[in-house]
């Protein structure tokens, strides 16, 4: 199984996610859960249109950490 990191961001009416290791896949929703299911597809999707067009799959080389930091 393969592990793709994705990025949700939070807009003024709506989520948006992408995938950074696979350039141009994103999608929007309303909700994480939405988001989830979402990016889900367009990653499948855009995979399969690599395949199609011939085109190697991206292996994952993002990393995701958090740091805490104190703001006030």
């Given amino acids: 199984m393969t592990k793709y990191a994705i990025v949700i961001e939070k807009g003024p009416n709506n989520l948006s996610a992408y995938v950074p290791d696979l350039p141009g896949c994103i999608t929007t929703g309303k909700t994480v859960e939405e988001i989830e299911r979402n990016i889900r597809e367009a990653v499948e999707l855009h995979l399969e249109g690599l395949r199609e ?3 190697p ?3 994952p080389s993002t990393a995701v950490r958090y740091i805490e930091l104190q703001t006030a």
Avoid: A, H, N
Wanted: glycine fraction near 16%.
């Fill in 57 to 59: 799959i991206p292996e």
């Fill in 53 to 55: 067009d011939g085109l």
